[in-house]
């Protein structure tokens, strides 16, 4: 470990704590600031100078940031702590819960919300509650020694009943997710001791630079590929909620190594189809949703779910749909438009993919029933049907993917049709 030498820090040192309370903040946003930084920080402050923002932003930038992806935090923290006169206000009408049906005056930009969580912390200002005639009050005592722990209630409550605080923890959550795939063996095959074929063009080739003589027999094995993972995502307004943590979700997927995807293809759709797949290898999570959202120009609209499915079919699906890919259907299935051509387009969908597996957030309820037109249509068509409204079944998602023979609900729900 480096050994400092004793730093000078005056009677009154308020930039110093500034700076200190500024680390803090990066901390918290996510950013790996440890003491050596903070004190890096200091002296490169003290040794440039504080006279020109400009060198105080990068001088600060050359101690606190060395990847890419954590840029756009460190910008948005710093404009919010040192540049803005008026940072707590805007920061707090972040943190605030929007009410729905009310548009925001600005959109937060990529890592803003971030950065306010950071900065403000615990600190939020508590909501007016209405007041209670002391006789009229009444105390309830709940013995929770035998309930869950939070974060194990938080695993099975619904995205659309979360609070800001809970949605924000189950982002944490959803980015600790993995999606592991099992290869698939394809037909080219590729040398191995224990193979369990015989290599017989290897085996010749071999006793021919031995004068004619064989020495061993070479083996061989399927060599393993992997497939890709296209996504289908609704974003209409009854699943704008759900659609938001499946995309933190398949970020999280999308930049994870070692899950045995070849590509992650991620679609959009609404009132029309959108393919978001580059905006999703960003590494930063809210400048990767920030793009997809910019690029995606039908959130919370209508949903038109046929139309959708062939435009993808006949543009997209050559593409991307190669070596096996397996298919993630998100949607409540709630469209209008013709249930003849849903259908077509759903078959042709299945009979692309090598697995076409539907998550449905109105299975949560105990008497959901196909019912719906478009759910009627599309429900023959898929491999597997699951719900899709919480963090547990997206963890329940992985072992479907992995069993080949999972139909999750859908041998349940055909039987109702």
Same mark, same amino acid.
């Given at each position: 470990?480096?050994?400092?030498?004793?730093?000078?820090?005056?009677?009154?040192?308020?930039?110093?704590?500034?700076?200190?309370?500024?680390?803090?903040?990066?901390?918290?946003?996510?950013?790996?600031?440890?003491?050596?930084?903070?004190?890096?920080?200091?002296?490169?402050?003290?040794?440039?100078?504080?006279?020109?923002?400009?060198?105080?932003?990068?001088?600060?930038?050359?101690?606190?940031?060395?990847?890419?992806?954590?840029?756009?935090?460190?910008?948005?923290?710093?404009?919010?702590?040192?540049?803005?006169?008026?940072?707590?206000?805007?920061?707090?009408?972040?943190?605030?819960?929007?009410?729905?049906? @009310?548009?925001?005056?600005?959109?937060?930009?990529?890592?803003?919300?971030?950065?306010?969580?950071?900065?403000?912390?615990?600190?939020?200002?508590?909501?007016?509650?209405?007041?209670?005639?002391?006789?009229?009050?009444?105390?309830?005592?709940?013995?929770?020694?035998?309930?869950?722990?939070?974060?194990?209630?938080?695993?099975?409550?619904?995205?659309?009943?979360?609070?800001?605080?809970?949605?924000?923890?189950?982002?944490?959550?959803?980015?600790?997710?993995?999606?592991?795939?099992?290869?698939?063996?394809?037909?080219?095959?590729?040398?191995?001791?224990?193979?369990?074929?015989?290599?017989?063009?290897?085996?010749?080739?071999?006793?021919?630079?031995?004068?004619?003589?064989?020495?061993?027999?070479?083996?061989?094995?399927?060599?393993?590929?992997?497939?890709?993972?296209?996504?289908?995502?609704?974003?209409?307004?009854?699943?704008?909620?759900?659609?938001?943590?499946?995309?933190?979700?398949?970020?999280?997927?999308?930049?994870?190594?070692?899950?045995?995807?070849?590509?992650?293809?991620?679609?959009?759709?609404?009132?029309?189809?959108?393919?978001?797949?580059?905006?999703?290898?960003?590494?930063?999570?809210?400048?990767?949703?920030?793009?997809?959202?910019?690029?995606?120009?039908?959130?919370?609209?209508?949903?038109?779910?046929?139309?959708?499915?062939?435009?993808?079919?006949?543009?997209?699906?050559?593409?991307?749909?190669?070596?096996?890919?397996? @298919?993630?259907?998100?949607?409540?299935?709630?469209?209008?438009?013709?249930?003849?051509?849903?259908?077509?387009?759903?078959?042709?969908?299945?009979?692309?993919?090598?697995?076409?597996?539907?998550?449905?957030?109105?299975?949560?309820?105990?008497?959901?029933?196909?019912?719906?037109?478009?759910?009627?249509?599309?429900?023959?068509? @898929?491999?597997?049907?699951?719900?899709?409204?919480?963090?547990?079944?997206?963890?329940?998602?992985?072992?479907?993917?992995?069993?080949?023979?999972?139909?999750?609900?859908?041998?349940?729900?055909?039987?109702?049709?």
């Amino acid at each position: 470990m480096p050994e400092y030498a004793p730093l000078e820090i005056p009677e009154n040192p308020r930039l110093a704590q500034n700076i200190i309370h500024f680390a803090r903040a990066l901390r918290r946003a996510g950013l790996p600031v440890g003491p050596g930084r903070v004190i890096d920080a200091i002296r490169a402050v003290e040794a440039a100078g504080f006279t020109d923002r400009m060198d105080f932003y990068w001088t600060l930038h050359a101690c606190f940031v060395n990847r890419p992806e954590h840029r756009v935090i460190f910008a948005q923290v710093f404009r919010l702590y040192w540049r803005d006169p008026r940072f707590l206000e805007h920061m707090m009408s972040l943190m605030l819960p929007a009410v729905r049906g @009310v548009q925001e005056e600005r959109l937060a930009a990529a890592a803003e919300k971030r950065a306010a969580q950071a900065l403000l912390g615990d600190e939020l200002p508590e909501m007016p509650q209405p007041e209670t005639r002391e006789d009229e009050a009444t105390q309830i005592e709940i013995d929770a020694s035998m309930t869950m722990s939070a974060e194990e209630k938080l695993r099975t409550l619904d995205f659309e009943q979360m609070s800001t605080e809970e949605i924000a923890q189950a982002k944490r959550m959803l980015a600790r997710l993995t999606l592991p795939v099992q290869p698939i063996l394809s037909r080219r095959r590729m040398a191995a001791a224990q193979g369990n074929r015989i290599a017989y063009r290897r085996t010749i080739r071999a006793a021919l630079r031995q004068g004619g003589e064989m020495q061993r027999i070479e083996r061989a094995r399927q060599r393993p590929r992997w497939p890709n993972l296209v996504v289908l995502c609704d974003i209409s307004g009854s699943m704008s909620q759900y659609s938001r943590m499946v995309l933190h979700f398949l970020h999280a997927v999308a930049n994870e190594k070692g899950q045995g995807w070849a590509k992650v293809h991620a679609f959009t759709f609404g009132t029309r189809l959108t393919n978001i797949t580059r905006h999703l290898a960003a590494r930063d999570v809210d400048a990767a949703l920030k793009a997809a959202g910019a690029e995606a120009q039908d959130w919370e609209g209508g949903t038109r779910i046929g139309d959708c499915l062939h435009v993808f079919n006949r543009d997209w699906s050559r593409r991307v749909m190669g070596q096996g890919a397996v @298919v993630l259907l998100i949607t409540d299935g709630l469209d209008r438009d013709d249930a003849a051509a849903l259908e077509k387009e759903m078959e042709r969908l299945q009979l692309s993919s090598r697995r076409l597996i539907w998550l449905n957030p109105l299975l949560r309820w105990d008497g959901f029933a196909p019912k719906a037109s478009g759910i009627r249509a599309m429900l023959p068509h @898929v491999d597997s049907f699951r719900a899709g409204h919480s963090i547990a079944s997206l963890e329940d998602l992985a072992e479907a993917i992995s069993r080949p023979d999972d139909a999750g609900e859908k041998a349940r729900l055909m039987a109702a049709l």
